[in-house]
Nanobody
């Protein structure tokens, strides 16, 4: 079983910064992709940023130049550094990972989410 635990959400003023982390644990053999999604009230969940096993990244147009996704060398902790936050970044942020367990079965796991609120 694989678990993802997010942390780092909170309240920040417009223009401020915040860093989220996603720690994966369990019987993980390999992680193919880790992504951050967000969902604002009344809106669909949207992809924010993604990092694949080779290290390539991609971002939603709305966050390019402001958000950075990165990971530890162990590749089981992924970060989302957010700068220049705007009120429209307010949402619940979710970590999502796909990969293989130690018994070589694929996993597709979501974290529980962490709230980010950008407000003065």
């Amino acid at each position: 079983q694989v678990q993802l635990v997010e942390s780092g959400g909170g309240l920040v003023q417009p223009g401020g910064s915040l860093a989220l982390s996603c720690a994966a644990s369990g019987n993980i053999f390999s992680i193919k992709t880790v992504a951050w999604y967000r969902q604002a009230p009344g809106k669909e969940r949207e992809l924010v940023a993604r990092i694949i096993s080779g290290g390539d990244t991609d971002y939603a147009d709305s966050v390019k130049g402001r958000f950075t996704i990165s990971r530890d060398n162990d590749q089981v902790t992924v970060y989302l550094t957010m700068r220049g936050l705007k009120p429209e970044d307010t949402a619940a942020y979710y970590c999502h990972a796909v990969g293989f367990t130690t018994n070589l079965r694929p996993f597709d796991q979501w974290g529980q989410g962490t709230q980010v609120t950008v407000s003065s």
